[in-house]
């Protein structure tokens, strides 16, 4: 499977962006989604993750509250919708497929991963 994501950019302190993750290639496995960024000079990190009914999801602590992950089964489209974007969230995110159908925090339990889109908040 393919993964495309989009929807990063440039956005003030406060503000929000929605990002994209589309599959292709096959439909969406049973198998549970996530996000993950990194900022320059630093490891890739958790920020979401969701099951495949979207019945369990997780997030980071430093986004909880502030985003919010879910997934369109239909359309083969996982998405992102951050609010109250600090300048702590610039980094590139990754969407990306586990290898499980729980939900996952460490980049090893995914094995596909999408391109990264760059998202910046300024101050």
């Known amino acids: 499977v393919q993964l495309q994501a989009s929807g990063g950019g440039l956005v003030q302190a406060g503000g929000s962006l929605r990002l994209s993750c589309a599959a292709s290639?096959?439909?969406?496995?049973?198998?549970?989604m996530g996000w993950f960024r990194q900022a320059p000079g630093k490891e890739r990190e958790f920020v979401a993750s969701i099951t495949w009914s979207g019945g369990n999801i997780a997030y980071a602590d430093s986004v909880k509250g502030r985003f919010a992950i879910a997934r369109d089964n239909a359309k083969n489209t996982l998405y992102l919708q951050m609010n109250s974007l600090k300048p702590e969230d610039t980094a590139v995110y990754y969407c990306?497929?586990?290898?499980?159908?729980?939900?996952?925090?460490?980049?090893?339990?995914?094995?596909?991963w999408g391109q990264g889109t760059l998202v910046t908040v300024s101050s």
């Open positions: 290639g096959r439909t969406f496995s049973s198998l549970a």
């Open positions: 990306a497929e586990s290898t499980f159908q729980a939900i996952q925090r460490l980049p090893t339990r995914y094995y596909y």
